[in-house]
């Protein structure tokens, strides 16, 4: 089965505390992307990589980091100095070849830290 | 920032029915996307459609572009209480292969 999976579904962490979302695709795509989505709103795009052992910022990158060591994995670590990290994390990914592509998402992380 | 504005944010119809939600957006684009998203689920995409195309079908889905208007529909056909979700549009920015998504239209299919 391909696809792109996610883990853990729900998240529970004290204020504070670094937490790592975990993304794996087995799709053999060259990007991937994390979004975060705050309740009955749209994503917003945190970080995309493009290709191994690189990624830029996207529009809301603070308190946020990631890692793109294989092609099929980009974990997603929040961190404390993420001001308001409680929401549904989304990981997605594509191709990239020259012409558009849809994106594939996985099922979702949702962080709630207290 | 959000580039696509969804219209209505919220939409309730009986089965049946046809629903059409609307996209605005911003700056010129490539090509557009939409997207479901069941309750707490990932998003699945739905239909691509590009900037020289006026129109495009996909089963009970009919989705259009008016470049001049920045804008586009998507008309869900003889709806059914599976539909049942929210719908967002997404615009290709010039950078690689990333969207930027709109806020969504909910939409409820009462049986």
């Known amino acids: 089965d391909g696809g792109i999976t996610q883990s853990p579904k729900y998240l529970f962490r004290k204020e504070g505390q670094n937490v790592t979302l975990s993304c794996e695709q087995n799709l053999n795509h060259d990007a991937m992307y994390w979004y975060r989505q705050d309740p009955g709103q749209g994503l917003r795009l945190i970080y995309y990589s493009q290709i191994v052992n690189d990624f830029q910022k996207g529009d809301i990158a603070e308190g946020y980091s990631v890692s793109r060591e294989k092609k099929e994995s980009f974990p997603l670590t929040v961190t404390s100095a993420q001001k308001n990290p409680t929401a549904f994390y989304l990981c997605a990914s594509s191709m990239t070849s020259g012409v558009p592509h849809e994106q594939y998402f996985g099922p979702g992380t949702r962080l709630t830290v207290t | 920032s959000q580039q696509g504005e969804e219209d209505p944010q919220a939409l309730s119809i009986q089965e049946g029915e046809n629903a059409t939600m609307n996209c605005s957006y911003k700056?010129?684009?490539?090509?557009l996307q939409w997207y479901r998203q069941n309750s707490g689920r990932g998003l699945v995409h739905l239909i691509l459609?590009?900037?020289?195309?006026r129109e495009k079908h996909s089963g009970r889905l009919r989705v259009t572009l008016d470049t001049s208007k920045k804008s586009s529909s998507l008309l869900i056909t003889a709806s059914r209480a599976a539909d049942t979700a929210s719908y967002f549009c997404?615009?290709?920015?010039?950078?690689?292969?990333?969207?930027?998504f709109g806020g969504g239209t909910r939409l409820m299919v009462k049986p």
């Open positions: 700056t010129s684009i490539n090509n």
């Open positions: 997404a615009t290709d920015r010039n950078a690689g292969n990333m969207l930027t």
């Open positions: 459609i590009r900037s020289n195309e």
